[in-house]
């Protein structure tokens, strides 16, 4: 029989207590125990970063992390971001079309908000750093940078600072129609 924990997880700003295998990874129970199907399963190597999530606001792969470590810890899924309105990552990635097929998504988001969250005005390279471990077999990677920049921007106040060809992707008076 396999050995089961009781573990107490913030799961977006909900407090969650959740019984499951001491084997399982946050991925696991993330998907599984709580239904939060946003966060993907990828490569289960910690190479692809399509199970992104943020623990206590640092990303971290849920693949390789045991559930049962992260014990009290708030974990932000890309489901978090869902509000009234689009969160400005996914405003902008929407209208620039920065996703593709969309399966490696929630985890750039999520990079990209723990990014945007410790440095309101990253430069390129900053960027393109944070998401270094998250890998895209669709785009080019050009309109995912263009859109985690746009989004700092918005975040910042500054809806004039869209890239020059945003008007091409339903942009309206510098703010995301989507």
Known sequence: MT?????????????RTVAHPAHHTLLEVLREACGLTG?????????????????????????????????GA???TVEGLEG????????????????????CTPGILMVAKALLDRKA??????VTEALSGNLCRCTGYIKILEAVEWAGALCRGEH????ADA????????RPHV
């Open 121 to 126: 005005a990253p430069t390129r390279a900053e």
């Open 167 to 174: 008007s091409l992707y339903g942009v309206c008076e510098g």
């Open 39 to 71: 966060t993907k399963h990828g490569c289960e190597l910690g190479e692809c970063g399509a199970c992104t999530v943020l623990v206590d606001g640092e990303p971290q792969l849920s693949c390789l992390v045991l559930a049962r470590e992260v014990d």
């Open 84 to 103: 009234a309105e689009l969160h400005p990552l996914q405003a902008t990635f929407a209208d620039l079309g920065a996703a593709q097929c969309g399966y």
């Open 3 to 15: 050995d089961h924990v009781t573990a107490t997880y913030r799961v977006n700003g909900e407090e």
């Open 160 to 163: 004039e600072a869209r890239p």
């Open 74 to 76: 708030s974990v932000d």
